[in-house]
């Protein structure tokens, strides 16, 4: 006969715990005489912790889901307003980008001719411009990880959807009327020296750091120099290319400032719609 030390346990009950021993152990007393109303009340006590435990969970879960959407929305309410600031910088430094732009396409129309050194000023002005793009992060990882799922307000999380679909679609428009510009900008090259109008807007130490010279080398500015496509302001305003290109340098610009203007609408509309909800 073997050992009873040597008897491996029942696999039923070498992982219960007492508790859940000692239940059965009742139910089926409760059984055995037929106490039903025990049996029932028994099942009833393990069914309801079941359900509480279910609830304890779920109400955790949605604690901490409540705490991760304000966090998301913490930070997209950062994002719209680092976009409305970028706009709004960019707008304030084109302005007078943009007017030296503007008078040098109405120069091609006025019966005065402007001064040279206006107009290489003016010309100059092309080549100045950086795109400025919307902060879209933290919209963009709601989207990619599905937890856009955890904004409770419908209303606010079909908002944040089109808010994106609107902020591609003029990231678009943006890079559109940017190669519109630099098209025109190279076209306008042609017909002037571009050194003689930038040496003209900024210092020529700025230049020299920009163009990265050696130390110890010519200076790009040093001694005489001579531009090899000198600018005749009356040929330079009777050239149809070059009163295209002025044209194509004001409609890019033009749109441009318009599409800042909806990205920083859009954003402003937007934050107010999710601060409302960060304040609920």
Known sequence: MPDPDDLS???????????????FARLAAAVRRQDWFVVALEVAIVV?????????????????????????LGQ??????ETERTMAEADDGARDIERAIYLLERA????????????????GNAAFGAPR???????????????????????????????????RAEIDTQARFEQTRASAEERLRRHVDFSVPIKAILPP??????????????AYFDGPRRSPLP????????????????????????NLR?????MRESAVALRALVEAELNR
């Open 258 to 262: 318009r599409s800042r203007e909806r």
């Open 108 to 123: 091609f129309y006025t019966p005065e001719r402007p001064p040279r050194d206006s107009l290489l000023v003016w010309v």
């Open 48 to 72: 309801l912790g079941v359900i509480i435990g279910f609830q304890v969970t779920a109400w955790g879960q949605a604690r901490a889901d409540a705490a991760k959407e304000q966090g998301y």
């Open 205 to 218: 130490e700025h230049i020299e750091g920009a163009l990265g010279v050696p130390l110890g080398a010519t």
């Open 76 to 81: 997209v309410a950062a994002d719209l307003a």
């Open 231 to 254: 600018l005749d302001t009356d040929q330079f305003l009777n050239d149809g290319d070059a009163r295209h290109a002025a044209e194509q340098l004001v409609l890019g610009t033009q």
């Open 9 to 23: 346990p029942d696999p039923a009950t070498a992982f219960a715990s007492p508790r859940r021993r000692l239940f």
């Open 133 to 167: 793009r919307p902060v879209l992060g933290t919209v963009e990882a709601l989207v990619a990880t599905g937890d856009l799922a955890l904004i409770r307000n419908d209303s606010l999380r079909s908002a944040l959807t089109e808010y994106l679909e609107r902020a």
